[in-house]
């Protein structure tokens, strides 16, 4: 299969469902709503919602079905985006090659369009009634709400917070690692799973998958940080470095790293052989996330 | 009946199902979990979540059955308390006569345990699973969404937060209000009614009785900034004036916007006439919300 024209044609859907769910940018107040906008559609490579429908697609689900609550997760990702490069938290100018939202708009908007993504994430989950089970929906708001809150995404961003400039050990790297990028991987894959009826077996195989990929693709944004090309990336290198980040090429070296997504990417792929073809672009994903240089 | 009872016995029952259904401060990161209890804790009136169970019970339902979506309320309500308080807001040192939460827990840690509890508050509403019919609890977290998010309460925040330091007129004034206060009580009183299975009459009078009831809330904590006691209100007054806030005193005088709490508590009471005994702990909290010095 062409994984390329796969990740291409998945994006433009998720990117026409994304457009189709905010708020026009005519609706008041218009400055929120430009603010959501321009960081929802400032050119990610929506992984998590792509993630979701390839989840669903793997267990003989559609796309149709999940894509609300596949939107809801790229929602997610990108008000903790905003929130991130927030002055108290990561100080960040630019991201994506493109100012940071608070630069555009200014703090406190910055602050409430972050909100207001998280708050309408929620919403949006609730289209998929009428084509799934109400229950399914209701495990997934569950799942999404653990996976980005305190006890997950969030909780990864307050421990990455605390643990600027100074030393940590291997176990709360892989805490931040897991929490921050970890949470919303796994919430991705067990949401497009359970939309689509996944049974226990596959739930778990999915599972599996989504926490060796989400920390091979969290190790791989460390190495880049210091060995990437900053054109490509949109944004300045070594910044974690800046920071006194907590990194994998800071605990383990540039090379040991490298080798270690590798792992990651080789385990995500086994823990899905029992899944078949449909599964595919699950397999074909992650062999390509492991090669990104951006 | 005698109200403070109920209010009491209502409250006493609200806080001790938060305290339930908050992570506990033991739970990693531990800082985000004190941060979150310490707002939540912070010795609120519970005002919005009894208004949830007042209206199950005004419509023949119970509070036990709607204690979970009625907590989502009150994280949601502290969420915005917590975000409207950082220096890029409001930046507010004390509230309810405590610091503020970054004041004790810093920026970066306020913005998240915030977002947390946002994020918490739609994982609650699920716990309503098995008590009622899950289209009604997915009808409610739609519901939710609406209110807090971008077109309701956020969006309150966000004009007013631009008004500050300008001239704005009775529209603006009305959709600041409207939005920031009156969105959640609306919301209070319709998820209590919807996951109580009301009729589209009961909806009605209810939502009615919100809107009123939401507004007439809002003048009174103007006046209150201006003409409160400051120690019964635990926080300084005169801080609407001294940042050029839009308030009712501000366009109407201090005597006429007094006259439309009046007026808009009796609305309320009038929009629910059609409703029976069941209806009486909202009308006497309507009364005795008119009356409220703190």
Redesign the interface.
Known sequence: MDIKEYLRAKREIVEKALDLYL?GDD???K???EA?RYSVFAGGKRIRPILVIASAEAVGGNEETVLPAACALEMIHT?SLI?DD?P??DNDDYRRGKPTNHKVF????A??????L???A?????RC?GKVD??R???V??E???A????GM??G???D??SEGREINHEELL?IHRHKTGCLFRAALRTGAILSGANDDQLEALTAYAEHLGLAFQIIDDVLDIAGDAEKLGKKTGSDIKKQKATYPALYGLEKSKELAVKEIESAVESIKDLGAAADPLREIAFYLGKRDS
Do not use: C
């Open positions: 708020p609706v008041e107040p400055i929120v709503h959501m008000y929130h927030l108290a938290m200014g703090e406190a908007v602050i409430l369009a972050g909100d207001a998280l708050t309408h929620f919403g949006v989950i609730t009634s109400d229950n929906i209701i495990m708001i569950r999404l709400s653990e980005a809150g305190s006890t969030v909780g961003q307050v421990v917070i605390l805490f």
